[in-house]
């Protein structure tokens, strides 16, 4: 048995519930957080009817600047929003439904 820093014991090796319910709290809290922009809304949007979206299609379809196109992109491919497959040069990306899904149950209120 060890102590933390904050004095709790516990044993190493053994993931503790409490553990496993902070880190699914933080996963929800950055999936939420992608979506707190309307960039990010929008790429979302653009990507809702399931169908794959080359990069350069998404670059025209939202008239925003390449380079803050692919922040917005990376932020929702870590929260595990959108996932992306290389294509030659150019990148597909694509609208996860199960998380976007897993968000929906995670809503205060919500049966899950």
């Known amino acids: 048995m ?3 820093a904050e004095g709790a014991a516990y ?3 053994v993931v503790s519930s409490t553990v496993l ?3 699914s709290l933080e996963a929800r809290a950055a999936g939420f ?11 979302l949007s ?19 600047a390449a380079n803050l196109l692919s922040y917005h ?3 929702l491919r870590r929260a595990g929003l959108i996932s992306a497959r290389r294509r030659g040069r150019w990148v597909d990306y694509r ?8 968000l929906r149950r995670a809503m205060p209120g919500e049966a899950g």
Request: with cysteine; proline share 6%.
């Open 2 to 4: 060890v102590r933390s």
């Open 11 to 13: 044993t190493p090796g």
């Open 21 to 23: 319910d902070s880190t």
């Open 33 to 43: 957080g992608a979506l707190a922009d309307p960039i990010r809304l929008e790429i």
């Open 46 to 64: 653009r990507l809702s009817d399931g169908a794959e979206r080359c990069v350069c299609q998404l670059l025209s379809d939202t008239g925003v």
């Open 73 to 75: 992109l990376g932020v």
């Open 95 to 102: 609208l996860v439904p199960a998380a976007l899904e897993a």
